[in-house]
């Protein structure tokens, strides 16, 4: 008898095991984001509430995620491209439509972020916005005062004036080593069009950096968030994000390296991370209940409060830190949102042009 | 594996059929791994780059037009086959850009191995001729690097040169210079980053050939009256000299298409053949060019080695 007890508790216990297990198993979301990019207490509480396991991947850049997601089978069911990379991963054909159905937090989503949005995703079908920034000015505040004698920097004149680089030329100037966040930038203090892809309107563009570009020390799309930091350059043209890390890590370092960020009066380029599930993604319901608990507010707000980003979430508003939601290098005013642009992705012909563009004003060659 | 095949051959001389049998089913054996192991990691990979290089983009998933599709059988195959186009390869042709940067990157691997070598002889040389208590030690000392990832060695680099780092304040402190000295982001911190890190793959191959050397042609030469330097330059490095080749190949191959270090410590003006390729590779998103590129860096490389080679084992022979 006994022993038929513990034959019985033996198998009830193994097929418990085996159903957890297996029910554990089912229920499983694959995210891929960009690294230091959410408050990892927001996957814990999704999994508590839901009981699906995240299993969390971070990358650092939009090229290795689009070579993943280009060479199929990632497996991963929520990623995190920036928008101008997504549009084209659309046209190849790399994610699926989301089911609105699933997703009732979307009325929560911020229209001005929306409306720009499906410019990059038409009808916003296939993504939905997780932060949002912009392409500014980084600098050193005590550097860049004693050299050009200005205590804020609110123009890319700073830039773009060969005499005004020239002053800034000693203590360290770093630009992205992204043609498609510094042309557009270039055409918008000539006047022209930032989406412009004219061959013409490109040169005037390759003329104004090519006489600045002895002024610039380094063309690198990452090692500016450690230089500003400590102290090694004064002036970085970045993402609005990475001058907020480098700002951090001074203030923690406590080596007196103060870190402004500016968004220039004539408009910036915005930039935005899109949540999208790929075709061929292998747990699409948990994905999607992925994207819609990362649409509500407190939970987006609390990630913004973390990565010191703005998010597309107007809802969210109210729970965003004072200190945040009122800084207008993160959530710019009305008006300065207004001139911020956002650039198309370039076909392929143009891309050519804009990448040779650039190796000859990167190298000189 | 030439060296593989003539120690494995003269060793058939066993009394036994089967054991002769089994014996000869052993060594070609121990021929075939290396040879399935070029097979699958060099020839395989490098017929799928090639195949790719012979495509046209797309925006798709993969992104390039399928070249040779043998889903369709043997006649499939054919009409892919006379579709082939080589428009990637002339394209290389047509832009300066891709003939100066594999230029760029063949002359700052071979600055780079020279200094290597001129740094690592010595150091090898030295190793060699202490005493054999203490040779595991020095050996250990040379592999020890390899326990820190590569990236963050390259990294602390930067800590080292840049205008404020340790190098600048202890010449400063010295009063050796006033100004600090530029030297990141500029081809010496290249060089300085390539010897540094490839300084083990020089040092390892001269070590074993310099140990196994008899010491004692150098002492009958200066006993006859050679001077030292003399009986370096006529015995001693003609004798490491397999050491010296295969330490050079070992930092020159993998330094031409060197990605991080140039981007790390160079500046931006450094137009290497990596960073074509990455431009290529990611920025414009063509797989096929990017392809085409890697395909001429392999034979840039592979055919002036082979020729080497076989110039050496010729040689050799001649030797005999």
């Given at each position: 008898m006994i022993r038929k007890a513990l034959w019985l508790s033996a198998t009830s216990v193994f097929l418990t095991l085996f159903t957890a297990g297996g029910h554990a198993e089912d229920r499983v979301?694959?995210?891929?984001?960009?690294?230091?990019?959410i408050d990892s207490s927001i996957i814990?509480?999704?999994?508590?509430?839901?009981?699906?396991?995240?299993?969390?991947?971070?990358?650092?850049?939009?090229?290795?995620?689009?070579?993943?997601?280009?060479?199929?089978?990632?497996?991963?069911?929520?990623?995190?491209?920036?928008?101008?990379?997504?549009?084209?991963?659309?046209?190849?054909?790399?994610?699926?439509?989301?089911?609105?159905?699933?997703?009732?937090?979307?009325?929560?989503?911020?229209?001005?972020?929306?409306?720009?949005?499906?410019?990059?995703?038409?009808?916003?079908?296939?993504?939905?916005?997780?932060?949002?920034?912009?392409?500014?000015?980084?600098?050193?505040?005590?550097?860049?005062?004693?050299?050009?004698?200005?205590?804020?920097?609110?123009?890319?004149?700073?830039?773009f004036n060969p005499d005004k680089l020239a002053k800034l030329k000693d203590c360290g100037v770093y630009v992205l080593d992204s043609p498609a966040d510094i042309i557009p930038a270039a055409l918008k203090y000539l006047g022209l069009d930032p989406n412009s892809t004219s061959p013409d309107d490109i040169a005037k563009a390759e003329e104004a950096l090519l006489k600045?570009?002895?002024?610039?020390?380094?063309?690198?799309?990452?090692?500016y968030i450690n230089a500003l930091a400590n102290g090694d350059i004064c002036l970085a043209i970045g993402w609005s994000g990475d001058v907020f890390q480098a700002r951090n890590r001074a203030e923690e370092a406590k080596q007196g390296v103060e870190i402004g960020y500016s968004v220039p009066k004539e408009g910036a380029q915005m930039w935005f991370d899109q949540m999208a599930i790929p075709a061929d993604a292998p747990h699409v319901a948990e994905a999607l209940e992925f994207i819609n608990y990362m649409?509500?507010?407190?939970?987006?707000?609390?990630?913004?409060?973390?990565?010191?980003?703005a998010n597309g979430n107007k809802a969210s508003q109210q729970f965003v830190d004072k200190a945040i939601l009122e800084d207008t290098s993160v959530y710019p005013d009305a008006e300065t949102i207004k001139k911020l642009y956002t650039v198309k992705p370039y076909d392929p012909k143009t891309q050519r042009v804009i990448t040779r563009t650039w190796t000859k004003i990167v190298t000189g060659q | 594996m030439a060296d593989i095949a003539a120690t494995a051959a003269p060793s058939t001389q066993t009394t036994t059929l089967p054991a002769r049998l089994a014996k000869g089913f052993v060594n070609r054996l121990v021929i075939i791994i290396p040879y399935l192991w070029l097979l699958f990691f060099f020839l395989v990979p490098f017929i799928i780059v090639f195949k790719i290089s012979l495509s046209q983009t797309a925006i798709s998933m993969p992104p390039y037009t399928p070249v040779l599709d043998f889903s369709d059988g043997i006649s499939g195959f054919l009409a892919g086959f006379r579709e082939l186009n080589f428009d990637n390869y002339t394209w290389l042709t047509q832009d300066a850009l891709y003939f100066n940067?594999?230029?760029?990157?063949?002359?700052?691997?071979?600055?780079?191995?020279?200094?290597?070598?001129?740094?690592?002889?010595?150091?090898?040389?030295?190793?060699?001729?202490?005493?054999?208590?203490?040779?595991?030690?020095?050996?250990?000392?040379?592999?020890?690097?390899?326990?820190?990832?590569?990236?963050?060695?390259?990294?602390?680099?930067?800590?080292?040169?840049?205008?404020?780092?340790?190098?600048?304040q202890l010449l400063m402190s010295l009063h050796i210079i006033s100004q600090p000295l530029v030297i990141l982001n500029t081809y010496?911190?290249?060089?300085?980053?390539?010897?540094?890190?490839?300084?083990?793959?020089?040092?390892?191959?001269?070590?074993?050939?310099?140990?196994?050397?008899?010491?004692?042609l150098v002492e009958a030469a200066e006993d006859l009256g050679c001077p030292p330097i003399g009986a370096f330059w006529k015995i001693t490095f003609p004798l490491s000299l397999p050491g010296v080749v295969a330490g050079c190949l070992l930092v020159f191959i993998p330094a031409v298409g060197e990605f991080v270090i140039p981007d790390l410590l160079g500046g931006s003006q450094t137009l290497m053949i990596g960073k074509t390729l990455w431009n290529e590779f990611f920025s414009n998103r063509d797989w096929p060019v990017s392809s085409a590129v890697a395909v001429?860096?392999?034979?840039?490389?592979?055919i002036p080695i082979m020729f080497f080679q076989q110039a050496q084992a010729k040689a050799q022979e001649q030797g005999r």
């Open positions: 979301v694959n995210v891929y984001n960009w690294s230091d990019y814990d509480d999704f999994t508590k509430k839901t009981g699906i396991k995240v299993v969390y991947d971070t990358f650092d850049s939009n090229e290795i995620l689009e070579t993943k997601l280009l060479a199929g089978g990632s497996g991963y069911d929520v990623v995190v491209p920036s928008a101008n990379f997504l549009a084209r991963q659309i046209q190849a054909g790399v994610f699926q439509k989301l089911d609105k159905s699933k997703l009732p937090n979307i009325s929560n989503m911020w229209d001005v972020i929306s409306e720009r949005t499906a410019k990059y995703d038409p009808g916003n079908e296939y993504s939905v916005n997780y932060m949002w920034g912009t392409v500014g000015l980084g600098y050193n505040v005590k550097k860049v005062t004693a050299a050009l004698g200005a205590d804020k920097i609110d123009s890319w004149d700073v830039f600045v570009r002895p002024y610039i020390r380094k063309f690198h799309s990452s090692e649409m509500t507010p407190e939970v987006i707000a609390k990630s913004s409060n973390y990565v010191l980003y | 940067a594999y230029v760029t990157s063949l002359v700052i691997a071979a600055i780079s191995t020279m200094l290597t070598l001129i740094v690592g002889y010595p150091i090898a040389y030295g190793m060699a001729r202490a005493p054999a208590t203490i040779r595991p030690t020095l050996l250990m000392l040379v592999i020890l690097p390899f326990w820190t990832s590569f990236l963050i060695r390259v990294y602390a680099w930067i800590g080292i040169l840049k205008p404020e780092g340790l190098l600048n010496t911190a290249i060089f300085i980053g390539i010897v540094y890190s490839y300084l083990p793959f020089m040092v390892l191959p001269l070590y074993s050939s310099l140990e196994k050397m008899d010491y004692s001429i860096l392999l034979l840039v490389l592979t």
